[in-house]
């Protein structure tokens, strides 16, 4: 939505434009958009055809409001700047034979930076959208005026100044990484007192190139091609927590980000419903392989999981066990992944992955005479990307300790410790949004042995152990050991005193780093894919 204000604040600085109209598909999920028209003074058209059929929805939109030369302008690309936009519309009416305008590179080769704009004579839409007889030229902005140069006509003189061209960079919304582009490139111009626009867009990113890398790995679909899609079962809530919904959401997120793939979720607890609805992602309520919780009242249980996805990727708790034969019965043309379990189930999918280096040294060894393929180590943790966010803003160490445990006892003997130590302790009581963040400014974390280690390493905060049992000690010994660190684990408030002084005065965490492992998994399942559909088999 602030994309989209954005947009309409650029456009009424334009000096060519007589109309604005904001152009959507009659769904609810648009109605607010209507209220947005409504507050920015423009015209709405709410389109009653088919959502997929984006030519006639513009064709039809450029008819209600009798328009002779039609500004395409995206959504999801904020940076319009009215003076290049007034350019193009001239350059147009200069050239009463053209249906459309293409602005060619410049003499060096470098494309222009007008993604998302587009400008066109009515009579280019309804043509176009007559021609357009296949689904993929529906649903695009009218690929069908490049692909019939016998048709339509091109004008292909329009020269924008200098600044306007450069090596091709996404400027478009589409994906999480293209929001945190633009949101921190919008945050570098505020703080050095420039505006959020185009001129000055194109200006830092060419002087500070490491913006580019926060979205150049997002692909950006063809106009016809083979879309897979996934579906993530995941276990969440209650007894379960929520540790194995945050690591696949950022899976997920790297499947569509990388891949451009549609990617679902089954889960029953309201909140995480709730996480994946705010996240952008598409959730259906059930569970597979137990009894499902009651879906709250207006959520529509899923009685039966869709055999037709290319991925099932199950990222359940690992103490319960599901029916053997599930997969022929339920998934048998899918490629599956179970996320960090070597339970007796997981030996009817294709890939097991587990993210850490606590695993067994030998876990075929879990398996019959086919066992799995199976991926661990450190590569393949996942950091969410609230991780990665902290990380590149390099925040400077002002928490001693930052303390995360699980039981209150443990929390109580760490405030006492704290109010006496005169060190600068902040202590976690329930859910922190700010969490990452909090781990970035920390030179220690003391939690229970989890997957927060493996941020705490990343975030350059030295991890400490306070364990919930012995085996989860053993588990956090694997870590340090596998992981080439010093074990600390202490069992009361007075080891803490004795071990932390020293830990702050060696400043172990200045040299911890780990790097974000989720690409390497999403290579894993695309490549194991590719392989089953090349040999014929699931």
């Known amino acids: 939505v602030g994309a989209k204000i954005t947009t309409i604040e650029g456009l009424k600085l334009s000096r060519q434009i007589d109309q604005i109209v904001i152009a959507t598909v ?9 209220q947005i028209a409504f507050d920015e003074q423009v015209e709405f058209f709410w389109f009653q055809g088919e959502v997929d059929h984006v030519t006639t929805r513009l064709r039809k939109a450029a008819e209600h409001f009798a328009a002779d030369i039609c500004l395409l302008i995206s959504g999801d690309c904020p940076l319009i700047h009215a003076p290049l936009l007034d350019q193009m519309v001239a350059d147009l009416k200069a050239c009463p034979e053209a249906d459309y305008v293409k602005v060619p590179p410049d003499a060096d080769g470098n494309p222009s930076m007008t993604e998302g704009l587009g400008v066109y004579r009515s009579r280019a839409w309804q043509k176009g959208d007559d021609l357009s007889d296949r689904p ?13 140069p016998d048709i339509f006509c091109v004008c292909d003189s329009t020269i924008l100044p200098a600044e306007f061209y450069g090596a091709k960079h996404r400027l478009s919304i589409d994906t999480r990484a293209d929001l945190e582009f633009m949101n921190l490139v919008h945050d570098e111009l505020l703080k050095a007192g420039q505006s959020f626009d185009l001129p000055s867009v194109a200006s830092l990113i060419d002087d500070q190139e490491h913006f ?9 679909r063809q106009l016809v091609e083979h879309i897979r899609r996934a579906l993530f079962v995941v276990d969440a809530g209650g007894d379960f927590g929520y540790g194995h919904l945050m690591r696949s959401i950022e899976l997920a997120h790297q499947l569509v980000e990388r891949k451009g793939y549609p990617v679902s979720f089954l889960v029953d607890d309201l909140r995480a419903w709730q996480m994946l609805k705010e996240q952008g992602l598409t959730a259906f309520w059930g569970a597979y392989g137990r009894a499902p919780r009651a879906p709250s009242e207006g959520i529509e249980a899923l009685t039966d999981v869709d055999e037709t996805y290319d991925f099932v990727i199950f990222d359940i708790y690992g103490g ?15 490629c599956l992944l179970a996320m960090d379990s070597l339970a007796s189930w997981t030996a009817e999918v294709d890939l097991v992955v587990i993210p850490g280096v606590t695993a067994p040294e030998n876990p075929e060894s879990f398996y019959g005479e086919s066992p799995p393929v199976i991926h661990l180590g450190e590569q393949f943790v996942i950091l969410r990307q609230e991780v990665r966010q902290a990380k590149r ?6 928490i001693d300790l930052l303390v995360y445990l699980h039981k209150e006892e443990q929390r109580q003997a760490v405030k006492s410790y704290a109010a006496a130590s005169g060190l600068s302790v902040h202590i976690v009581e329930g859910f922190e949004q700010d969490f990452c963040r ?7 974390y003391l939690g229970n042995f989890g997957y927060g ?8 905060a030295y991890p400490l152990n306070w364990p919930l049992s012995k085996e989860h000690e053993e588990d956090s010994r694997l870590f340090y050991e596998r992981m080439g660190l010093p074990a600390e684990i202490v069992t009361s408030a007075e080891q803490l ?22 690409a390497a998994i999403v290579d894993l399942l695309v490549a194991l894919r590719n392989r089953q559909e090349a040999i014929g088999t699931r």
């Open 212 to 220: 580019k890398e926060i979205n150049a790995h997002v692909y950006q």
């Open 136 to 148: 993929e030229l529906k649903e695009h902005q009218f690929p069908i005026l490049g692909q019939r």
């Open 393 to 398: 803003r390099r925040l400077p160490k002002e």
């Open 453 to 460: 280690f493996y941020e705490a390493v990343s975030l350059g």
């Open 26 to 34: 009659a769904e609810p999920e648009n109605e607010p958009l209507r």
């Open 497 to 518: 005193g004795r071990r932390l002084p020293d830990l702050l005065h060696k400043k172990s965490w200045e040299a911890l780093s780990l790097e974000d492992g989720t």
């Open 438 to 444: 909090l781990l970035a400014k920390s030179r220690c």
């Open 320 to 334: 319960r066990s599901i029916e053997a034969g599930w997969r022929n019965r339920d998934f048998p043309k899918s």
